[in-house]
């Protein structure tokens, strides 16, 4: 995680076309956004209430957990069906996409990646910072990452001769939201999101149902928690921007189960073409991963289950159990997920969990 703030860092100033301000439909303007530019921002900018980038472990960002083996037969001693592998690669690392406009305006939506230098193993190979045009030089930002000046400068670059509108932000863990108000000052746009969080500060509110305008387009906004409580998607036609809802190649760690389950849910019943998401490539076949996800998590929460009937008590033992297989230094961030599964068994009354405690309900 880089903790250096980028106002104290040299800037390259660019001189960015005239342009409109964006007023998201179905957003609240916040009071009082600060409009200076990056360079001279105030002490701490980007940095959010609590000060430097990162100083809330708690946020840390969710690791993508190592994807399931396709011929696991549970992990040691736990489950006995062979676990579906993540349905094909995500297609391809590429930089640029083009889709059809959904407006059938002529034009064709370009869709570009910039990459975060903040691989590892809770990243992968980074943060996808997504740009989307509209096709005509009308400019969004979605997720533009942690703080780090030669990134933000990747992002300048890209954005030359076109007319930026806004900074979009999937949801405030810090691998993809502290640069968005730096960023946004800059480029005299709104930065916005559904709340606030560490080293994000929204000057726009989205919720579920806001339309968010890049130019001739429009952007609808999902809500869609369970990653995070905060959590969005965004969605232009049959393209959708997923964050840390669904990514390439992988599972995500999930704080809140029944939330998680019910927005995946949302999701199939939707007409998708392609995902792009937080990490990862490019998603082709979003039904099918979307549907994989489902059944991942539900037999993840099948075998959290069964570690508790088999005397597993805390969540560290169901972790030792269940998540033999990954990579014990993601242990910590599996455990958040085996936590969330216990409280929802917990919920559907099929076990007892209290102070750090779970226990199977005797068969009647």
């Known amino acids: 995680m880089d903790h250096t703030r980028i106002d104290a860092l040299p800037l390259r100033h660019l001189v960015l076309p005239a342009r409109g301000r964006l007023v998201p439909r179905g957003v609240h303007r916040r009071q009082g956004a600060h409009r200076s530019r990056l360079g001279h921002a105030r002490r701490g900018a980007g940095a959010g209430p609590g000060g430097g980038v990162g100083d809330d472990p708690s946020h840390a960002h969710p690791p993508p957990l190592a994807q399931p083996p396709p011929l696991a037969g549970g992990c ?13 690669a995500a297609a391809g690392d590429g930089g640029r996409f083009d889709r059809p406009r959904p407006d059938a305006g002529g034009a064709t939506l370009r869709i570009e990646r910039i990459l975060a230098n903040n691989p590892g193993p809770y990243t992968g190979a980074g943060t996808n910072t997504w740009i989307l045009d509209d096709g005509k030089g009308s400019v969004v930002v979605i997720d533009p990452g942690p703080v780090d000046r030669a990134h933000a400068d990747a992002i300048l670059a890209r954005l030359e001769g076109r007319r930026p509108e806004g900074v979009l932000v ?108 937080g990490h990862g490539g490019e998603i082709e076949r979003p039904a099918e991963v979307v549907d994989w996800y489902v059944a991942h998590r539900m037999q993840r929460h099948e075998e959290v289950l069964a570690a508790v009937v ?32 216990l409280m929802l068994l917990a919920e559907e009354g099929r076990i007892v969990f209290q102070e750090g405690r779970a226990l199977p309900i005797p068969a009647s």
């Open 170 to 277: 999937t949801h405030t863990h810090t691998d993809h939201a502290p640069l968005a108000n730096p960023l946004a000052r800059e480029l005299g746009v709104p930065a916005i999101g559904h709340g606030p969080g560490p080293g994000f500060e929204p000057d726009s509110l989205v919720t579920d149902g806001s339309v968010v305008s890049v130019g001739g387009l429009d952007l609808k906004v999902l809500h869609t928690p369970g990653h995070a409580d905060d959590h969005l998607c965004f969605l232009v036609g049959r393209v959708m921007f997923t964050g840390d809802h669904v990514i390439g190649g992988s599972s995500v760690m999930v704080d809140d189960l029944g939330r998680y389950l019910a927005s995946l849910r949302r999701l199939q019943g939707l007409e998708i073409d392609r995902m792009y998401p």
């Open 310 to 341: 088999a005397g597993a008590g805390t969540v560290g033992e169901v972790v030792e159990r269940v998540y033999a297989g990954v990579d014990p230094a993601l242990h910590p961030l599996a455990a958040r997920s085996v936590n969330a599964h």
């Open 76 to 88: 040691r001693g736990v489950g006995a069906g062979r676990r579906r592998p993540y349905p094909g």
